[in-house]
């Protein structure tokens, strides 16, 4: 017999029974080239492959599921090119500017508190944050705070150290920032700025103590090769959460003529995300309506995910949270409770 080439695909039992071995009985996540084995299973095997994801977050993260609503306080207008994204200011996306005030945001952060979740994401169209935003945000932080019981996260680009340690001063308690995509292919998906600007946010974030929140978007145009890639870059950071989005190509964005991800390759790659991030909570984020529908959700929380957002999206409306809350209860996963978390 001749040697195999890199490329020669394994049965798909043995790839299973790898993963089963390592990630499900010892902890320890996929490694690239793993991940891209995963990524490469026929369809006949998804089902399978989700079973096996599904067990690994029930033994590592448990049967919670965390909770999360976010709202925007800066929309649209943002100088930045990222090519997927309505709210960019430099596209013919219909997302126009806006503020929210303060009064509006902390009713937002209650009714968010009343559906049971327990964070509540503070999220701006921006670069990074200016004087502006910093003073709204420790206005707004210290006002949720007395009116509700709830994580305040936020999401307002890339920072400097003194803002870094001034978020964490006024508790904020998690911060997003996505990398987006592979580093191999974020030239491709943003000119404006860096992927080692955006990993140079994150670690200043984790030194600094707060919870690291970083996903991106799948269905991009990345191969598959960097997708896997993007899996093992995450795992290197080892965030506490990663919001894994599907693109929803919008129209005007440079990505508004991308194709929808089948929705076997959006379950293969939350059950890789799974597989290679095993401890982690995973996000479903945007895009799963399109990608994956009423079915697709359920086979995903099935699947290796464990935590939902309520409530609309930033610019596309999402599920109503009751629909996702009904669910949950029907698989009888609790929803995480706020005590758990602090
Ligand atoms: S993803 Fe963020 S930084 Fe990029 S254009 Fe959209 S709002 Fe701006």
Known sequence: MTATSDAAVRPTHDVLADARAQVLERGEGL?????????????????????????????????EVEVEGIVSLKTGGCPEDCHFCSQSGL????????????????????QTAATGATEFCIVAAVRGPDERLMAQMREGVAAIHAACDINVAASLGMLNQEQVDEL???GVHRYNHNLEAARSYFPQVV????????????????????????????????????????????????????PLNFLNPRPGTPF????????????????AFRLALPHTIL???GGREITLGDLGTRDGLLGGINAVIVGNYLTTLGRPA?????L??????????????L
């Open 31 to 63: 490694h690239e080239a793993q991940v891209l084995e995963v990524l490469r299973l026929p369809d006949d095997a998804v089902p399978a492959l989700l079973a096996l994801a599904h067990e690994v977050r029930m033994r590592w993260c448990g049967p």
């Open 91 to 110: 596209f013919s996306s219909p997302v126009r500017a806006a503020w929210l005030d303060i009064p509006s945001l902390v009713e937002a952060a209650k």
């Open 168 to 170: 964490a001063e006024m």
């Open 191 to 242: 000119t404006t700025h860096t992927w080692e600007e955006r990993w140079q946010t994150l670690t200043m974030v984790r030194d600094a103590g707060m919870e690291v929140c970083c996903g991106g978007i799948v269905g991009m145009g990345e191969t598959v090769e960097q997708r896997a890639e993007f899996a093992a870059q995450l795992a290197e950071l080892a965030p506490h959460e990663v």
């Open 256 to 271: 508004g003529d991308l194709p929808v991800m089948s929705s076997a390759d959006a379950l293969r790659t939350i059950a």
């Open 283 to 285: 996000r479903y984020a």
């Open 322 to 326: 009751t629909d996702d809350l009904a």
């Open 328 to 341: 949950l209860d029907e698989l009888s996963m609790p929803v995480k409770a706020l005590n758990t978390t």
